[in-house]
């Protein structure tokens, strides 16, 4: 702070660093472009097919490549205008040009009675498209490119599983998703976070990113774990390459800023660690925990398995450095099973690791309370969330009077709302400077 309380230029340039501001336009400019642009896409093509058995040919190849033609025009006027083109007007180009791709890879596939399937332009489209979102900046397209390619993977491992035996003989080819997913993930990275490292997508457009991750990295999961049905149950060991998939995520690197920000600002923690608790607690009860034990097994085979493993290591130590031990504590669920699984033998109760997960969880969930209370970045509400849970789950599956059981529930959810009150009151305290009682 220099003389008279004026921000230094080193001090405003910290700030500016740590603080970046969210791409300009808001979600009103994007929704605006978005929806005009979509209208009047959807028009053009309800009216060419009022009208598309009359046309010959030749005039439908002109229909079809037509409005690609006029829209390529029109992105580059936008494009010509450099700066001074305002945000809406880029989405509009962006997602009118994404339509017209779309319609005319689907019409020429008509005209020529091309072969193949509805994931074929699923996939096609998306990989055309996505330069539109690179050049343009449009998180419209981004956005749809996104819910894309997590269909696409979803389909192909749905797919896989009706269909593992003809697979396996070789009657059906489905793209194998492993590496194709990763790839086609990676295609948001020259818009987020661009070539100079610094963009970042807007609140909407992270959810979307972070949901697609993980639904992606789910159904590779899934197709990864599918075997013809004479060798070993399909998705034995789902389980814990779902885990690790969520620890990934939920451990992905972030700079500064981005682990200064508020948790609700943080997606892939949310969705990452929401998945890898419910899955934990699933984890609690005998029969689950058996079989996530027995899948380590079946996993380890897997390549895929030990390159989530390394990921998951590698993101845990750049973690640790980076002091995010909140988060570590909860990615340290998707390694029960693998460090549980001497306690379980195939024919063996799987009593064993779900006491393991019960206690594993309820070491996470004190760890996440102390780490607020230490001054570190914590969840003490989500952490005393989960302790009710545990508790609850423990009381109904017990074998007491339901008297017992409802008493059990009140005492648990008011000492719940207690805590919660006692949290925000000592939050309050530090914001205003003052020292917590």
Sequence with gaps: MGAGGN????????????????????????????????????????????????????????????????????????????????????????????????????LVSQIYNLPGKWTDLVFWWCVVSVPLAWVLRSEAVAIAYLIGIAVWTIAQASERT??????????????????????????????????????????????????????????????????????????TGFPWLAMLSAAALLLFPLDRGGIAEPLARKPQVLLGGGALVVMAL???????????????????????????????????????????????????????PLLAAPLSADDASGW?????YSLVLLATA?????????GRQG???????????LVILRMADADVSLLVKGLAFIVIGSGFLAFNAFVTRRRRVVASGGSPA
Excluded at 58 to 69: D, K, Y
Aim: hydrophobic share 60%; proline share 6%; with cysteine.
């Design 7 to 106: 921000v230094t230029a080193d001090g405003a340039r910290t700030l500016r660093e740590r603080y970046a501001a969210e791409p300009q336009g808001g979600l009103a400019q994007l929704v605006v472009g978005a929806v005009g642009a979509l209208l009047i896409g959807t028009g053009l093509i309800a009216v060419l097919a009022y009208n598309w058995d009359d046309f010959p040919r030749w005039v439908r190849i002109g229909l079809a490549l037509g409005p690609l033609a006029v829209t390529q025009a029109v992105s580059w006027w936008v494009l010509g205008r450099g700066e001074t083109a305002k945000p809406w007007q880029r989405e509009a180009a962006a997602v009118v040009q994404t339509l017209a791709v779309g319609a005319a890879i689907t």
């Design 162 to 235: 009706s269909y593992s035996d003809a697979i396996a003989s070789g009657a059906i080819g489905i793209a194998d998703v492993r590496p194709w997913f990763p790839l086609l993930l990676a295609g948001v990275l020259p818009l987020w976070p661009g070539l100079d490292l610094r963009e970042r997508p807007a609140p909407g457009s992270r959810l979307v990113l972070a949901a697609s991750a993980l639904l992606g990295l789910l159904a590779v999961a899934a197709y990864a774990t599918v075997r013809p049905a004479h060798m070993f149950p399909s998705f």
């Design 282 to 336: 699933i984890g609690t009860f005998e029969g689950p925990a058996r079989d996530f034990v027995m899948g380590v097994g079946v996993t380890a085979s897997l390549g895929w398995c030990w390159l989530l493993l390394a990921v998951v290591v590698a993101f845990a130590i750049l973690a640790f450095r980076q002091g995010r031990f909140a988060v570590l504590a909860v990615a340290g669920l998707a390694l029960v």
């Design 352 to 356: 064993p690791v779900a006491i393991t």
């Design 366 to 374: 004190i760890a996440l309370i102390a780490l607020e209370f230490l």
């Design 379 to 389: 969840a003490a509400r989500i952490g005393a969330a989960l302790i009710a849970l």
